[in-house]
């Protein structure tokens, strides 16, 4: 089963912040991530006069949208999802799931607190709370994170919920002879790998992928008899 992590807050607290910290970090250390973004006061994804607006708008109930880059889902639903069941219906092949908001659900969480905003903690222990990232000292027995130190957070991510995955593997050959590479250099090259090659047309997902630099510069013409 995936795992989620809620990053939840007040609202202007910084949760997305956090999570544009949290991806490239995770994404990074060679895994693969899903978000999902809570919204109480509804949204719309397709702008009016778009075709996929006026496919709704004739009375599609659900509609998908798909590109060789990208697809969107848009569909009707007569209830605010629980995360369990949007990660059950419709994320698969990740690593993690992180979801912004979400505050009531049952998930583990990371909530985002700011001492400007003079309020009490909107999560305790006893809501899953799994640390606070805060610029203010608490102690209610979970670990406290600076704003910035996403490096700490994703540790503490990959201890609880990501400790013995099996990670992709890297094998390099230079000239032919097999070069060893640590866990953290293989996961290095996977991220930014995965992150280059994500973006070209039909490779979205990669889950294998095979390079090979070919260096002529000291090649040899072929010999004349």
């Known amino acids: 089963m995936i795992p989620i992590v809620s990053i939840v807050g007040t609202s202007d607290s910084g949760k997305t912040t956090l999570i544009e910290k949290l991806v490239p970090e995770l994404v990074r250390r060679g895994y693969i991530i899903a978000t999902i973004k ?3 006061h509804g949204f719309e994804v397709d702008r009016e006069g778009k075709d996929s607006w006026r496919h709704k708008q004739a009375g599609a109930h659900t509609v998908v949208i798909s590109s060789p880059q990208k697809l969107a889902l848009i569909r009707d639903v007569d209830h605010d999802a629980e995360l369990a069941e949007l990660r059950d219906k419709y994320i698969q092949d990740v690593d ?4 912004e908001g979400f505050k009531r659900n049952p998930q583990p969480k990371i909530e985002v607190f700011r001492k400007e905003s003079r309020r009490e903690l909107l999560c305790t222990r006893e809501d899953n709370l799994l640390s606070i990232a805060t610029n203010q000292p608490f102690d209610i027995g979970v670990p406290c994170f600076g704003l910035d130190d996403a490096r700490g957070m994703v540790d503490l991510i990959e201890e609880k919920f990501l400790k013995g995955k099996e990670p992709p593997r890297v094998q390099m050959k230079v000239n032919g002879q097999n070069v060893p ?26 889950q294998s992928v095979e390079i090979r630099i ?9 010999q004349k008899t």
């Open 38 to 40: 809570h919204d109480i």
């Open 181 to 206: 590479l640590s866990p953290f250099v293989q996961k290095s090259i996977i991220g930014t790998v995965r992150g280059m090659i994500s973006a070209l047309k039909g490779c979205e997902s990669p």
């Open 214 to 222: 070919l260096d002529n510069k000291n090649s040899h013409p072929p």
């Open 96 to 99: 993690i799931i992180l979801s």
